[in-house]
């Protein structure tokens, strides 16, 4: 069974768990957030996240070792340098440019072999960004109790 570990620059790690939280609030206990500050001391931040990243990797299964799922906001910035150090390749892996449908769609497939949630994460953070059609509005006419000459719709 997989885990998560966010670490994205301040506040967006937070904000990210929150918002998985929202989806799936059973989650709790398999995704941890790691914000990186502006002041942070990448080397300090090291030891810090490999200390977070600890708490996922203790087996509660002996026979089956834990497996992590790292996402990062950029690649190539501090917080995608610190997560590179934390993913061996084998039990803990890497994607960077996370969002908010990757995370979602990881989740759901977390029973699924971790190279297949990786897969899934990628697919699903592709799949969620989409250019969307606006229409113009219906022309509608105004009623006696609206307050402005907008109309809105719902």
Same mark, same amino acid.
């Given at each position: 069974?997989?885990?998560?570990?966010?670490?994205?620059?301040? =506040?967006?790690? *937070?904000?990210?768990?929150?918002?998985?939280?929202?989806?799936?609030?059973?989650? *709790?206990?398999?995704?941890?957030?790691?914000?990186?500050?502006?002041s942070d001391?990448?080397?300090?931040?090291?030891?810090?996240?490999?200390?977070?990243?600890?708490?996922?990797?203790? =087996?509660?299964?002996?026979?089956?070792? @834990?497996?992590?799922?790292?996402?990062?906001?950029i690649f190539?910035?501090?917080?995608?340098?610190? @997560?590179?150090?934390?993913? #061996?390749?084998?039990?803990?892996?890497?994607?960077?440019?996370?969002?908010?449908?990757?995370?979602?769609r990881a989740?759901?497939?977390?029973?699924? *072999?971790? #190279?297949?949630?990786?897969?899934?994460?990628?697919?699903?953070?592709?799949?969620?960004?989409?250019?969307?059609?606006?229409?113009?509005?219906?022309?509608?006419?105004?009623?006696?109790?609206?307050?402005?000459?907008?109309?809105?719709?719902?």
């Amino acid at each position: 069974m997989n885990s998560f570990f966010i670490i994205a620059h301040a =506040p967006l790690a *937070s904000a990210l768990r929150e918002a998985a939280l929202h989806v799936f609030p059973e989650a *709790s206990d398999y995704i941890i957030a790691f914000d990186v500050m502006p002041s942070d001391i990448p080397e300090n931040a090291v030891i810090l996240a490999q200390l977070k990243i600890n708490q996922l990797l203790k =087996p509660t299964n002996p026979k089956k070792p @834990a497996t992590v799922l790292i996402f990062t906001d950029i690649f190539g910035a501090t917080p995608s340098n610190i @997560a590179a150090q934390l993913a #061996d390749g084998v039990h803990t892996k890497l994607v960077a440019g996370v969002n908010v449908p990757m995370l979602l769609r990881a989740i759901s497939y977390r029973l699924e *072999s971790l #190279d297949a949630v990786l897969s899934r994460a990628i697919t699903g953070g592709i799949q969620g960004v989409m250019s969307v059609a606006i229409t113009p509005q219906q022309h509608q006419k105004l009623h006696s109790h609206d307050q402005s000459q907008y109309n809105h719709q719902q």
